[in-house]
């Protein structure tokens, strides 16, 4: 989970009423992120969004996602293939359905390499939670629902952004240990009583136990075994087998 700080506004609806986010909608600022605090702050103000990402990255979290932020609610001809209509030119509210990051600087500000990175792993954690695909079509700017304004301009490439965010919401999986190959086997003495097992921890249950004084070849090593007493590096056997390097002289 990345680091949020809670910036509560008062400017929101409790609850989702009958809906729940499908999209998440991407916003400019047009100022900083310290004013954007401020402004969602203030109850005069009758805006706010869920999050605010900075220039360094820094994300903060204006409203609770199972809330109704106040980001996106007027529609003026919308762009945006999965806005709700209820009627010619009548919509339900998309605020109803949609979680909203504001962004720090204007239209015409590029954006920074930390915010590109902050704001994918806050989509890909928003998609998850919500079963939102990470696409163009649930990944949208504020003028697809508003062409009144740029919002929130042309310097983010969504392209990038949609990329990034897949890539972090994939599972991360686990690349297996290759054991560094020695170029000659060598010839040790166990100290103590050895467990002999088919992987380098001990959950293997050991299929032998090696006799204290017994010389015994090994071929190979794994310094990122299961660490015991302050040692993670266990020894393969010619055989294919794993011990505990602890346990040999």
Known sequence: MMNIIKK?????????????????VIHIMEGTLAGTDSWFGNTQSKVSAHYGVGRSGEVHQFVDENNIAWHAGRVTNP????????????????????????????????????????????????????????????????????????????????????????????????QPVIPKRILKPVNTTTKIPLNVRLAANTKQPPIKVIPAGTYILYSGLNEQGESIQGNSTWFQTTEGYWLWSGGVN
């Open 8 to 24: 509560p506004s008062p400017n929101f609806i409790t609850g989702r009423k009958k809906y729940k986010p499908e999209a998440i």
């Open 79 to 174: 762009t945006w293939s999965l806005i709700k209509k209820v009627g010619s030119g009548l919509y339900i509210n998309p605020n109803y359905y949609t979680v909203g990051i504001e962004h720090e600087g204007t239209v015409d500000t590029d954006w920074t390499v930390e915010m590109y990175e902050s704001t994918a792993t806050l989509i890909a954690e928003i998609a998850q939670r919500w079963n939102i695909p990470i696409d163009r079509n649930h990944v949208i700017g504020h003028h697809e629902i508003y062409a009144v304004k740029a919002c929130p301009g042309q310097r983010v490439d969504f392209g990038k952004l949609i990329s990034l965010a897949t890539a972090k919401s994939l599972p991360q999986v686990q």
